[in-house]
């Protein structure tokens, strides 16, 4: 068994990729953490032109498609994400061409599926994800996404909503981008509880009447939850304000200042 001891980064992990394909080693698994001197893990540095070298091999063989795919796989919130790429690159140089029609093959269909999980879930959030004004002018929008897609929601943002600035929060894994109308960057807070405390009165008043309208719009003899639940699963309900409750029953909002997370890119 081979161990390659990475950076945990996408960059990292595809520099141990490349350094199992060199060595031809046939059993191996990559680890973030060391496993001590017991296991004997090499130990592999981060290199962007190493990483970037082998995705432009890969975009040389098996074309543009197969390294969006490779990309979206390593998003996918599931183990063995480096065992995965491995596999399926040394397939496509193997064959020396694309492989993503290969359903039968085992290595095709773990990548594929993979990425095919981050794009359905990018996918719905581009049209699920709600953003919230700040009472400092911010537009902040949380969520708890299954993967790991705050980056390419994020991007797609940057080019809907590039005159405003906005931080998309990805609460499960405690990670944020800020866009400051420039640049997008990772940003650090401590969210001080409900972020609805926040919100300026004009969004409290926008939200309710988005949840009037919503109501009002709804026909009582086609209601199916079921398929509903399909498209818009409850587990993302509570960022949906059209799906909460009214916020004059039962709930009263601060509104001082001092709750405000100080949104600042990380150094």
Known sequence: MHSYLHEDSFEGLLCAVSQALADEANDCEFVTRDPGLLFGAVRVAGDAKQANGLLDRLRAVGGGMAAHHVCQAYLADRPGAGEALLAYLRATFSAGRNIDGWTTNSAVRNISERARLVGHETHRFLGLLRFMELQDG??????????????????YFVKR?????????DRKRRVALLWDRRTLEPAEFDPPGDPRDWVTSDERLWQECWRTYTRHIAIGDRHNPRL???????????????MQESEERGRSYQSTSRNLPAFRPTE
């Not at 911010?138 to 991007?155: G, K, M, S, W």
């Not at 909503?161 to 929060?169: G, N």
């Open 138 to 155: 911010t537009y902040y929008a949380p969520f708890e996404p299954d993967h790991r897609i705050l980056l390419p929601v994020a991007q």
């Open 161 to 169: 909503l590039a005159d405003q600035p906005w931080v998309i929060h």
């Open 228 to 242: 509903q639940a399909q498209f818009m699963p409850r587990r993302y309900w509570q960022f949906l304000p059209e």
